[in-house]
């Protein structure tokens, strides 16, 4: 069943936020939030729009985890982070978080504001359950290379996944990618069972386990 507004996962409330080009996702766990993924720079605005929507409020929100650091995805995380959101950075993401910021200074974008490295929480991946337990979030966070090398993906117990911009899974043959294969392989090993994608519609596959 697709997604729409919000579900309950388990105890995990999960609500859809649209306010631009990517669907970004905020879990509310039993003691903390996280959000996946932002949107470009400037749709700070537009974020607060889509929250007051849903009656929530930013300064709910505890931690912020992109899922790849491309600019229709991290474009509003410093903004987020002066508000005291926490930005969840896995270790295999360490050396990619400034990857997109000369698109931004190219485009003379004044409303970019760049990642201070030295405010982000570092985690390595495998420690991921013990974190999302600290917020009440039953899962793991791995790594899916594919769409890009620092691209990881969310998978809570019950089996909803967010993949962020990972092809799906139907177009793995056009790609002939040994990288991208075995990223969606670790998808179902985990668990994976609904993926919600940042563009693509929700898609259900099925779990290895």
């Known amino acids: 069943m697709a997604l729409e507004n919000n579900a309950l996962a388990n105890n995990v409330k999960i609500t859809k936020l ?22 470009w720079s400037g749709k700070l605005p537009a974020f607060y729009h889509a929250l007051g929507e849903k009656n929530l409020r930013a300064q709910d929100i505890n931690y912020l985890l992109i899922t790849h650091y491309h600019p229709d995805h991290m474009g509003i995380a410093a903004n987020l982070m002066h508000i005291g959101i926490k930005l969840i950075v896995m270790d295999c993401q360490q ?22 490295d030295q405010k982000v929480k ?15 979030i039953p899962g793991a966070i791995i790594s899916t290379p594919g769409h890009t090398n620092d691209s990881i993906s969310l998978i809570l117990d019950n089996g909803d996944a967010f993949v ?7 177009q793995v043959p056009l790609y002939n990618n040994p990288v991208l294969t075995n990223s969606w392989q670790k998808l179902q090993d985990n668990g994976a069972s609904l993926i919600h994608f940042a563009h693509y519609a929700d898609e259900s596959i099925t779990s290895n386990r």
């Not at 962020?164 to 139907?170: A, I, V």
């Open 18 to 39: 649209k306010y631009g080009h990517t669907k970004c996702y905020l879990l509310h766990g039993t003691s903390k939030s996280l959000l996946i993924d932002t949107d």
């Open 95 to 116: 050396n990619y978080i400034h990857q997109s910021d000369h698109i931004f200074y190219k485009d003379n974008d004044s409303s970019f504001q760049p990642i201070d």
């Open 122 to 136: 570092v985690i390595k991946i495998n420690q991921s359950p013990e974190f999302l337990a600290s917020c009440g």
């Open 164 to 170: 962020g911009d990972l092809y799906p899974q139907n």
